[in-house]
């Protein structure tokens, strides 16, 4: 039981870590729209984007992945219909991830096609996500 709570605890850490990555690259990609007549900018927020995303928000992910899987077949969770939810939700976590990376792709080749509005828009998604995953985790409801 003792090593199950240090992966809980790895588990936790890692998602507060990287859901400060998917809600900060999006407002770093507003900033670089809205900025993006400077060459300054141009030349360092993709570096900012970059790292924040290779350096932060991919090893976060895959130790939240690794870490959640760990408990939840340890706890057998996947027998639980709150579990399930929250797995669904955490695949669109995992989604917006994964297009936030494309997004800055494209910024970093200079073919970045939206406005900061949608970006200011996008930034919403990962914390509709996030309190859906922790009402699932925390209430159970199902």
Partial sequence: M??????KSLHVVAVISWMAGLLYLPRLFVYHVENARSEDINKLFPIMEYRLYRYIMNPAMIVSWASGLFLAIYSYFFYEIWFLAKFALVIAMT???????ALGRAFKANQNTRNSRYYRILNEAPTLLMLGI????IVKPF
């Fill in 95 to 101: 989604a917006t991830h994964f297009y936030l990376g």
């Fill in 134 to 137: 922790v009402v699932l985790v």
């Fill in 2 to 7: 003792d090593f199950y709570l240090w992966i």
